[in-house]
C-alpha cells in the first residue's frame, strides 16, 4: 500500500534548484534513507514532507488514514511541564481512545435496548481492537521504556523540561515522536544527540516495530541497520536504490562503471564521425560526411556520470617522535565520583587510538587530562621525545571565529604564504572566495574542515581530535577516515560515529559502568568482545559511569553505574568557576566543624546543614559539568 506519494516536487533557493521535479512513492512498512552531499537539499525534502514547508511545483499525496510525524530540530516546550508529562502527552490519543472504551462499557451495562447495545457494542469491539494494536494498556511500561532507552533516568522523570539541555530536549522530542507511533517517521539525524547505546537502543527499537521510515543521518552503522531502501539527492534530482546504505554503495559503484564506459564509448564514437565530418565535408566523400553530420544531431547523447566527490583531505608526513608518544602512569581523576582511576598505558608511534563511551562519562575530560590541560589528580602523564600535538576540540576553538578563512588557518611556527594555505584549503574543500569569508559565518561541515586543515597546516606528529566527524556528510567522513589512516604519525581521537572508529581505530579506550577496559582492535573487536561476555554489553548498565572504582579491569568484574543527572546548558569554564568556590567553602565549613572552641549546639546544626548542602550541590555542579564536557 502506497501511504505517500511524491509527484514533480520542486524547490528553489535562488536561480538553481535545489529539488527538481523529483518524484517517488513511499509504502508501507519501508525505510528510506535520504542521502546526499550537505546542502542538497535532505532536510527540505522532509519539511515539505511534512507539511512544513511548500515547495515551489508539484505534489505530495498522503494516504487518507495516515499520520505523518516529524523531528523537528528546534523543539518547543510548555514551561512547567515535566519531562513525564510531555511523554504521557504524546499519547494522548490513546489515552482518549481508553476513556471512551470505559464510558461504552459502562453505557452497554446501563442501556436494555438492543438495537443501542448492538450499535453500541460494534464501536466498543473497534476500540478495543485498536487499543490492543497499539498497546494501550501498558502505557506506563511504554513511556519508561521509550524515556530510558533514549537515556533518561528515573529520577529525571519529574525533572521540568525547561531545565533540560538543548540535547536532551532533542531526545524528549523523539521521545514524543516514537510514542506517538505515526504511521510514517520522518526523521531528521536522529542520533545527533545520543550516545552510542541509545543509538543502538532506537535502530532496535525501529526495526522491531517495522515503522514505515524516512531518515537523513549520516551514521553509516544506523543506516545499514534500519533502513531497506536508499533516495540520493544530488544536483537536484533523486537516484532510487534497493537496499541499506551499503547496498547503495554497491550498487552506485556498478552504476558509475557502466556509466562510464558507456559514456567513454559514445565520446569515442562521436568524436571519430566528427572527425570524419570536418575532414571530407567539401572533398569526394561529402555525401557520407553529411550522413554522419545528420546522425550526429540525431543521436541521443549519454549524460556524463554524476559521482559525488570529496575533497581529498591530507595530512603532511610528519616528523619523526620517539617509540613512546605518550605514558600514563596510574592517571586518575574525580570530581565527587570517580571518571577514571589507575589508567595505565602507552601510546606507541604510528597507533591509532580512540575513545568511547556513553555521553557524560568523561571522555573529554580524559583526553584533556592525557594533554595536560586538566589536571590529574593522582597519576601523571609524560610526553615522548619530538611530540608535537595538534587538538581539534569539539567548539572549534582551534581557529580564530573573527578572522577570515585563510589567516585562520596561518600557523605561527613557519613561514606559509598565502598560495600555500589556500592550496592546503582546497584539499579539504574550502575554495574560490570562501577563504576570504570568516570563520564565522561559515556553515558547520565549512569549519570542521577549516579547522582539520589549520591542524594539517601545523606538521605535528600527534592528532587529538574530539568528535572530528560532526557536520561532515557521509564523503567527507570517508575522506577524512582516509587521510588518518594514511598518516604516518600517531591519532587520539574521541567519537560516537561507529563506522569511523572501525574505519581509523587499532586500540580502543571504553569508558563503561564505572571501568575502562583498554582493547587491541577497532570496534567490531569491541562487538565481538561484548558478544563473547569478556565485556559488559552497555544495555544491561546505565548510560553513564557510576559511583565505582573507574580503573582499567579485567573482563567479569563491571558492576552497575549510576544514572547521569540532567542539567541546562552553561558555558564550563562558568561551571568550574563554581565547583571551586563550593569546594572552598567545604573545605572551610570542615575546618570550622573541627574546631575545639565549637560548643554552642544550633551553630553546628547551622554548619552542618550548610555543609550538607553544600556537598549536595558539589555534586550537582560536578555532573553538570560532565554533561557540559560533552556535549556543549
Given at each position: 500500500m502506497i501511504l505517500l506519494s511524491v509527484q514533480d516536487i520542486s524547490k528553489h533557493f535562488g536561480p538553481e534548484p535545489v529539488l527538481d521535479r523529483i518524484s517517488f512513492d513511499v509504502r508501507k512498512g519501508e525505510r528510506l534513507s535520504v542521502v546526499g552531499p550537505n546542502g542538497t537539499g535532505k532536510t527540505t525534502l522532509l519539511k515539505i514532507l511534512a507539511?512544513?514547508?511548500?515547495?515551489?511545483?508539484?505534489?505530495?499525496?498522503?494516504?487518507?488514514?495516515?499520520?505523518?510525524?516529524?523531528?523537528?530540530?528546534?523543539?518547543?516546550?510548555?514551561?512547567?511541564?515535566?519531562?513525564?508529562?510531555?511523554?504521557?502527552?504524546?499519547?494522548?490519543?490513546?489515552?482518549?481512545?481508553?476513556?471512551?472504551?470505559?464510558?461504552?462499557?459502562?453505557?452497554?451495562?446501563?442501556?436494555?435496548?438492543?438495537?443501542?447495545?448492538?450499535r453500541l457494542g460494534r464501536r466498543f469491539d473497534d476500540l478495543q481492537h485498536?487499543?490492543?494494536?497499539?498497546?494501550?494498556?501498558?502505557?506506563?511500561?511504554?513511556?519508561?521504556?521509550?524515556?530510558?532507552?533514549?537515556?533518561?533516568?528515573?529520577?529525571?522523570?519529574?525533572?521540568?523540561?525547561?531545565?533540560?539541555?538543548?540535547?536532551?530536549?532533542?531526545?524528549?522530542?523523539?521521545?514524543?515522536?516514537?510514542?506517538?507511533?505515526p504511521d510514517i517517521l520522518l526523521l531528521d539525524e536522529p542520533s545527533?544527540?545520543?550516545?552510542?547505546?541509545?543509538?543502538?537502543?532506537?535502530?532496535?527499537?525501529?526495526?522491531?516495530?517495522?515503522?514505515?521510515?524516512?531518515?537523513?543521518s549520516h551514521d553509516r552503522y544506523f543506516l545499514d541497520k534500519v533502513t531497506n531502501r536508499t533516495l540520493e539527492l544530488f544536483q537536484g534530482t533523486v537516484d532510487q536504490y534497493a537496499g541499506n546504505f551499503s547496498a547503495y554503495q554497491h550498487q552506485k559503484a556498478e552504476r558509475l562503471e557502466v556509466q562510464r564506459r558507456t559514456f567513454a564509448k559514445q565520446q569515442t564514437e562521436i568524436a571519430k564521425m566528427e572527425d570524419f565530418v570536418r575532414r571530407h565535408h567539401y572533398g569526394q566523400k561529402h555525401a557520407q560526411a553529411e550522413d554522419r553530420r545528420k546522425k550526429l544531431e540525431r543521436i541521443e547523447r549519454v549524460e556524463a556520470p554524476r559521482e559525488i566527490t570529496a575533497p581529498p583531505m591530507w595530512f603532511p608526513a610528519p616528523t619523526?617522535?620517539?617509540?613512546?608518544?605518550?605514558?600514563?602512569e596510574r592517571l586518575g581523576k574525580s570530581f565527587a565520583r570517580p571518571l577514571f582511576q589507575d589508567l595505565t598505558l602507552d601510546i606507541l608511534r604510528g597507533e591509532k587510538w580512540a575513545v568511547l563511551g556513553p555521553n557524560g562519562c568523561g571522555k573529554t575530560t580524559l583526553i584533556r587530562c592525557l594533554?595536560?590541560?586538566?589536571?590529574?589528580?593522582?597519576g601523571r602523564v609524560v610526553m615522548g621525545a619530538g611530540v608535537k600535538v595538534a587538538y581539534f576540540d569539539q567548539l572549534l576553538q582551534c581557529i580564530d571565529s573573527a578572522q577570515t578563512v585563510v589567516e585562520a588557518i596561518r600557523p605561527t611556527h613557519k613561514e606559509f604564504v598565502e598560495r600555500e594555505r589556500r592550496e592546503l584549503l582546497a584539499r579539504f574543500g574550502i575554495t574560490g572566495d570562501m577563504v576570504f569569508q570568516s570563520v564565522e559565518s561559515l556553515s558547520g561541515g565549512e569549519r570542521n574542515r577549516a579547522a582539520l586543515a589549520y591542524l594539517a597546516a601545523l606538521d605535528a606528529n600527534l592528532l587529538v581530535l574530539d568528535e572530528p566527524t560532526n557536520h561532515l556528510d557521509l564523503w567527507a567522513r570517508g575522506a577524512l577516515e582516509s587521510a588518518l589512516r594514511q598518516f604516518a604519525g600517531t591519532v587520539l581521537l574521541v567519537s560516537?560515529?561507529?563506522?569511523?572508529?572501525?574505519?581509523?581505530?587499532?586500540?580502543?579506550?571504553?569508558?563503561?559502568?564505572?571501568?575502562?577496559?583498554?582493547?587491541?582492535?577497532?570496534?567490531?573487536?569491541?562487538?565481538?568482545?561484548?558478544?563473547?561476555?569478556?565485556?559488559?554489553?552497555?544495555?544491561?548498565?546505565?548510560?553513564?559511569?557510576?559511583?565505582?572504582?573507574?580503573?582499567?579491569?579485567?573482563?567479569?568484574?563491571?558492576?552497575?553505574?549510576?544514572?547521569?543527572?540532567?542539567?541546562?546548558?552553561?558555558?564550563?569554564?562558568?561551571?568550574?568557576?563554581?565547583?571551586?568556590?563550593?569546594?572552598?567553602?567545604?573545605?572551610?565549613?570542615?575546618?570550622?566543624?573541627?574546631?575545639?572552641?565549637?560548643?554552642?549546639?544550633?551553630?553546628?546544626k547551622e554548619l552542618t546543614t550548610e555543609l550538607q548542602a553544600q556537598e549536595k550541590q558539589l555534586e550537582q555542579l560536578l555532573a553538570h559539568w560532565e554533561e557540559a564536557s560533552e556535549l556543549n
Amino acid at each position: 500500500m502506497i501511504l505517500l506519494s511524491v509527484q514533480d516536487i520542486s524547490k528553489h533557493f535562488g536561480p538553481e534548484p535545489v529539488l527538481d521535479r523529483i518524484s517517488f512513492d513511499v509504502r508501507k512498512g519501508e525505510r528510506l534513507s535520504v542521502v546526499g552531499p550537505n546542502g542538497t537539499g535532505k532536510t527540505t525534502l522532509l519539511k515539505i514532507l511534512a507539511n512544513r514547508e511548500e515547495p515551489d511545483g508539484g505534489s505530495r499525496q498522503l494516504h487518507p488514514t495516515a499520520r505523518i510525524g516529524y523531528l523537528e530540530q528546534r523543539p518547543e516546550f510548555t514551561p512547567g511541564r515535566t519531562v513525564w508529562q510531555e511523554a504521557l502527552d504524546a499519547l494522548r490519543e490513546l489515552v482518549m481512545l481508553a476513556q471512551e472504551a470505559e464510558q461504552l462499557a459502562q453505557q452497554l451495562a446501563a442501556t436494555p435496548d438492543e438495537t443501542q447495545r448492538a450499535r453500541l457494542g460494534r464501536r466498543f469491539d473497534d476500540l478495543q481492537h485498536e487499543l490492543h494494536r497499539r498497546d494501550a494498556y501498558h502505557l506506563d511500561h511504554k513511556i519508561e521504556r521509550v524515556l530510558a532507552g533514549l537515556g533518561f533516568p528515573a529520577e529525571s522523570f519529574q525533572q521540568e523540561v525547561t531545565q533540560l539541555s538543548g540535547g536532551q530536549q532533542n531526545r524528549l522530542l523523539l521521545a514524543r515522536l516514537l510514542l506517538e507511533d505515526p504511521d510514517i517517521l520522518l526523521l531528521d539525524e536522529p542520533s545527533n544527540h545520543l550516545d552510542l547505546q541509545a543509538t543502538r537502543w532506537l535502530e532496535d527499537y525501529l526495526v522491531e516495530t517495522s515503522q514505515t521510515l524516512l531518515v537523513v543521518s549520516h551514521d553509516r552503522y544506523f543506516l545499514d541497520k534500519v533502513t531497506n531502501r536508499t533516495l540520493e539527492l544530488f544536483q537536484g534530482t533523486v537516484d532510487q536504490y534497493a537496499g541499506n546504505f551499503s547496498a547503495y554503495q554497491h550498487q552506485k559503484a556498478e552504476r558509475l562503471e557502466v556509466q562510464r564506459r558507456t559514456f567513454a564509448k559514445q565520446q569515442t564514437e562521436i568524436a571519430k564521425m566528427e572527425d570524419f565530418v570536418r575532414r571530407h565535408h567539401y572533398g569526394q566523400k561529402h555525401a557520407q560526411a553529411e550522413d554522419r553530420r545528420k546522425k550526429l544531431e540525431r543521436i541521443e547523447r549519454v549524460e556524463a556520470p554524476r559521482e559525488i566527490t570529496a575533497p581529498p583531505m591530507w595530512f603532511p608526513a610528519p616528523t619523526r617522535s620517539g617509540d613512546i608518544v605518550l605514558r600514563a602512569e596510574r592517571l586518575g581523576k574525580s570530581f565527587a565520583r570517580p571518571l577514571f582511576q589507575d589508567l595505565t598505558l602507552d601510546i606507541l608511534r604510528g597507533e591509532k587510538w580512540a575513545v568511547l563511551g556513553p555521553n557524560g562519562c568523561g571522555k573529554t575530560t580524559l583526553i584533556r587530562c592525557l594533554l595536560g590541560d586538566v589536571q590529574a589528580d593522582t597519576g601523571r602523564v609524560v610526553m615522548g621525545a619530538g611530540v608535537k600535538v595538534a587538538y581539534f576540540d569539539q567548539l572549534l576553538q582551534c581557529i580564530d571565529s573573527a578572522q577570515t578563512v585563510v589567516e585562520a588557518i596561518r600557523p605561527t611556527h613557519k613561514e606559509f604564504v598565502e598560495r600555500e594555505r589556500r592550496e592546503l584549503l582546497a584539499r579539504f574543500g574550502i575554495t574560490g572566495d570562501m577563504v576570504f569569508q570568516s570563520v564565522e559565518s561559515l556553515s558547520g561541515g565549512e569549519r570542521n574542515r577549516a579547522a582539520l586543515a589549520y591542524l594539517a597546516a601545523l606538521d605535528a606528529n600527534l592528532l587529538v581530535l574530539d568528535e572530528p566527524t560532526n557536520h561532515l556528510d557521509l564523503w567527507a567522513r570517508g575522506a577524512l577516515e582516509s587521510a588518518l589512516r594514511q598518516f604516518a604519525g600517531t591519532v587520539l581521537l574521541v567519537s560516537h560515529d561507529r563506522y569511523f572508529l572501525n574505519q581509523v581505530a587499532d586500540h580502543l579506550i571504553v569508558m563503561q559502568s564505572g571501568q575502562l577496559h583498554l582493547i587491541t582492535g577497532n570496534y567490531d573487536t569491541y562487538l565481538h568482545l561484548v558478544s563473547q561476555g569478556l565485556i559488559p554489553n552497555p544495555a544491561d548498565s546505565s548510560h553513564t559511569t557510576g559511583e565505582r572504582d573507574a580503573r582499567p579491569k579485567r573482563p567479569g568484574r563491571e558492576r552497575p553505574a549510576r544514572p547521569k543527572r540532567q542539567f541546562p546548558y552553561r558555558k564550563v569554564v562558568d561551571i568550574e568557576h563554581d565547583i571551586q568556590a563550593c569546594e572552598s567553602r567545604i573545605i572551610e565549613l570542615h575546618q570550622n566543624l573541627a574546631s575545639p572552641d565549637l560548643r554552642d549546639g544550633r551553630h553546628i546544626k547551622e554548619l552542618t546543614t550548610e555543609l550538607q548542602a553544600q556537598e549536595k550541590q558539589l555534586e550537582q555542579l560536578l555532573a553538570h559539568w560532565e554533561e557540559a564536557s560533552e556535549l556543549n
